[in-house]
């Protein structure tokens, strides 16, 4: 990735793949900082408000990020029948959690996020995403989540793994070991659901992700979203349960409560996610 100026104008460049890539106009480069763990940076486009990027990769945005915080959460939280303890394992950006609250049958969640600055740096320049670190039901741990998985007592009834790809400090959240102890760590009904990548770019990746997720749960799928600075614009998100129906249609009665406060997520959107296109099916199929 490099910055570029073209005509005066500066623009952010993130490279996809050796031939393709998105460019983001920028007002203004608000902050930068290196953590022990990466690269912090948020800038303000034009397009697209406020970006975190981490390592030079986009992580969040302010037009779009209901696209992938809303999906992540509310998928999981509408098919489980009563989700009253949820585990969030990175998401410094603090946007699932601002999606949890939201569900009044919550009673606890804990964020597991391993570098603190992210969150810090989140908190003050993206407020409308980072707005539920104080709120009463939700416990912010800083510490890697491999170690603190491996050992936690308390039972989940979802898990949400919001992690960046599976470079630097979040390639183990991506293998075997890690999601058997998630599996541990859920209650006897629990679900995870998880970010694995784009189906364009990204296919051996997901196949290998949805054949991890079917050895270790008793049920496992895919499901689509839409984030238009996210490599390719679509989105593969992974779901796993021990022992609920992933096929559970959201709870009118509940998703009435939610409607008023969303932006992406309904109920049409919850089941038609879950249809994938074929190249996808062929690929999952030869697996």
């Known amino acids: 990735m490099t910055d570029q100026v073209f005509d005066g104008e500066f623009w952010f460049l993130e490279r996809h793949t050796p031939d393709a890539g998105l460019a983001l106009k920028v007002r203004e480069h608000i902050h930068t900082r290196r953590s022990r763990f990466q690269l912090i940076e948020v800038f303000d486009t034009f397009e ?3 970006v975190l990027t981490l390592d030079r990769l986009i992580m969040v945005s302010e037009r779009d990020e209901s696209a992938y915080h809303e999906m992540l959460t509310h998928v999981p939280m509408m098919i489980h029948p009563s989700p009253r303890r949820v585990l969030v394992i990175g998401g410094g950006d603090g946007g699932v959690l601002r999606e949890l609250v ?4 919550l009673q606890r969640a804990v964020q597991v996020e391993i570098d603190r600055e992210v969150v810090e740096v989140c908190r003050e320049y993206l407020p ?3 707005s539920a670190f104080d709120h009463p039901k939700v416990e912010l741990v800083i510490e890697d989540a491999i170690r603190y998985i491996k050992g936690v007592e308390e039972r989940f009834d979802v898990v949400i793994v919001d992690s960046t790809d ?5 390639v183990d959240l991506f293998g075997e ?3 058997r102890d998630v599996f541990a760590a859920l209650s006897s009904e629990g679900i995870v659901t998880c970010q694995i990548g784009a189906p364009i770019y990204d296919l051996d990746q997901i196949v290998r992700m949805h054949g991890r997720l079917q050895g270790i749960f008793t049920e496992a799928a895919l499901f689509l979203t839409h984030i238009p600075t996210y490599p390719s614009g679509v989105w593969t998100l992974g779901i796993a349960s021990k ?9 009118d009665v509940r998703y009435s409560t939610l409607r008023d406060r969303l932006n992406y997520y309904n109920s049409d959107i919850h089941r038609s996610s879950f249809t994938l296109p074929e190249f996808l099916h062929r690929a999952l199929k030869g697996s």
């Open 128 to 130: 409308s995403i980072a």
């Open 243 to 251: 022992g609920l129906s992933l096929s559970a249609q959201p709870s």
């Open 102 to 105: 939201k569900h009044d049958c």
């Open 177 to 179: 070991a890690f999601y």
């Open 48 to 50: 697209y408000g406020r």
């Open 166 to 170: 599976p470079v630097g400090p979040a």
